[in-house]
């Protein structure tokens, strides 16, 4: 009898505990679930056993075992650290923060090569623009910082460049660690996972979102060289 009274008191604590779970914002709900229910089954499952209910208890660290076994799976293989998405081109290399959306980027290039973009003002963005006139993916990836950042900056744009950079040379076949850095995965990423990410970073990049035409094309063409691994 009182083993059945500390199985059903064991339960009733894992119910407590996953109902308050219910008032926490989802993504902590998502991370305490991953980590905590095999955390909690395990605990049970020892006291089982050690009440001398053994028939019970194993299955039940067996389980957690594998539950355990497979967030760390699916931790190694999500995001990056930081969950940022990674595009770069020849004179530029922009950083997109999956959560909150925020974009920077470091200029590698040019006048202000070194320097951050969140570090120059308006009149040297619109210098810089000026000088990637003849660079058409760092200008697209440009506009579409300036386009978050500063509302009415086309006004002030100059169009015509003559100052530019130069062409810059084509950025050939996306390859598959350009692709993950993209979309914010660690290579391994599973095609859920790349789906998913995708998924999330076209709501914020896509045109008819007020994103930008150039990323969108470069987070489905990340989208399409990695599911190709998986065909």
Known sequence: MSAIAVFFGGLLILVAVLA???SVKPAALASALRYGLPAAMAGLGLTLMLV??????????AFAAMLFSRARSASRAT??????SHVRSAALEMELD?????MNGLVLAGSFEGRELDAL??????????????DPESLALLEAYLDRRIADWRAGAQT????????????????????YEILGLAAGASEAEIREAHRR???R???DAGGSTFLAGRINEAKTVLLSRHD
């Open 79 to 84: 995001r990056q650290p930081g969950g940022r």
């Open 201 to 203: 970073l076209m709501k």
């Open 205 to 207: 990049m896509h045109p």
């Open 121 to 134: 003002d308006e009149p040297d963005l619109l210098r810089l623009h000026s000088e990637l006139s003849g």
């Open 160 to 179: 015509d460049g003559g100052a530019g950079l130069g062409a810059a040379p084509g950025s050939g076949a996306m390859t598959q660690q350009e692709a």
């Open 52 to 61: 001398g209910r053994a028939s019970l208890g194993l299955p039940l660290l």
């Open 98 to 102: 999956l959560d909150t959306g925020a």
């Open 20 to 22: 308050g779970l219910l």
